[in-house]
């Protein structure tokens, strides 16, 4: 067994391979060639933690494991992150564990991959302005991956509590880009493109705020009751997912398919734009709206790659199990 520890894979997969890896496994759900298995998600009635496992198996890549994890809101006084998970790799010829990987930032690289595929293949070409709602932990590296899919000239944000904003502008900064901090109406208004990355369990972007020709991903919304736009936004968007089961489960799309202003049968994957069965945006008026739920596939195909680069550049611990 292989075992590649979190402190390795900063050095070893970036956001490009992030972004590779996953639009592929989007590309191989929509194909039916990978699926992903229910999701387990509980609240555990200790630390206010959520935990859970998701899983699934990639026939293409033969990627196959679960990552087991969650949410523990009190990490960060404890100067840890608040999601803590771990990735198990199988062997689907023969069941046995093949590594075990440090997920944490496989989360977050997966997580904004995900956006960022939504982005390329949805948003506006002529996208100038970003807007961020979240300025927790995911919402640099949602940032970082965002500007690389557009030439965007300015990033405004918002958050429920502002006195996080700092983090959105220091690395607007870094990022040469000219920052402000704005009210939801006005980033409704301004955005081309919005990223919304919160732990809300009450909408903060409302349909009024938002203008023709916005793309949104959502992207905090992975659980039972949480949610971040209004559902007659929802409703308004052609909205793409990375898979429909959760979406209308534990995503965004949970509350406009509960009051009936949103069928399941308008909810498209994002793969089958990737693949080019479906057209993706139609026009420059559009609303498009990504239901980012976050699937297991996803962490096991960055978890397979960064174990390939893991034996490539030879830091791959290998143990006898
Ligand atoms: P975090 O705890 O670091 O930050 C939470 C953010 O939510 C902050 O910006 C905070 O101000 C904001 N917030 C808190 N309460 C709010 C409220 N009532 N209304 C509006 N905003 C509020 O969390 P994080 O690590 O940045 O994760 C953010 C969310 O993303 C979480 O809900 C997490 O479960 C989710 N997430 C989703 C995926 C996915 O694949 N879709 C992956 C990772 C994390």
Redesign the pocket.
Known sequence: MIIVPEKEIADLIGRDQSFAAVEAVFAAMSRKDAYNFPVIRESIGHADALYGFKSGFDRESLALGLKSGG?W?GNEAKGLT??QSTVILFDADTGKVKALVGGNLL?ALR?AA?SAVSIKHLARKDSKVLGMI??????TFQMRAAVEQRDFEKVIGW???PE?LSRLADLAAELNLPFEAVELDQLGAEADVIIS??????P?LMNAHVTAGTHIAC??T?TKG?QEVEAALVARATVFTDEIAQSISIGECQHAVADGTKSEADIIELGSVINGDHAGRSSDDEITLFD???VGLQDLAVASAAVDLAIEKGVAIEVDF
């Open positions: 949410y809101p608040n999601h989360t997580t995900a979240g300025a927790g932990h995911q919402s958050n429920y509590h996080m990355i919160t732990s809300a369990f009450s903060s992207m905090g992975d949480k980012g739920t976050g």
